[in-house]
């Protein structure tokens, strides 16, 4: 039997994290998460990204996931240059520790759904339950 669990539902009209379990194998669907924490949004890109990550790491933790039970990423980056690649690259390495690092996409867009919103990273994981 498939089973959904709902978890960090947003006022905006869609939830933070959805999980599916069947046959003994948990699916955690982390929707993307950006650099705002504490009602505010981050005043540097680099402060935005290591925000962002925070926000993956702690939605994981609310399904009962880690950092290493993570399968992919998707970072969608606001006028992507090398820089912003360096500093996602570095925000990455900072929280994704484990040796098997996730499939992972970077994709530079033209903008997100708040003008001052730099990043958004999405992720899916995978756990036995």
Sequence with gaps: MLTKEF???HPMGFTNTVTYTH???KTILVSGQVGYADGKVG????EQVDIAHQNVIRELESAGATAADLIKIN???VDLDST???AVQAAKAKYLTQPNQPASTMVGVSALV???LLVEIEATAVMEV
């Design 43 to 46: 005043e540097t890109f680099e």
């Design 75 to 77: 970072t969608y980056v």
């Design 114 to 116: 708040m003008k001052p």
């Design 23 to 25: 046959g003994g194998v």
């Design 84 to 86: 912003r690649s360096k």
């Design 7 to 9: 978890i960090n539902p």
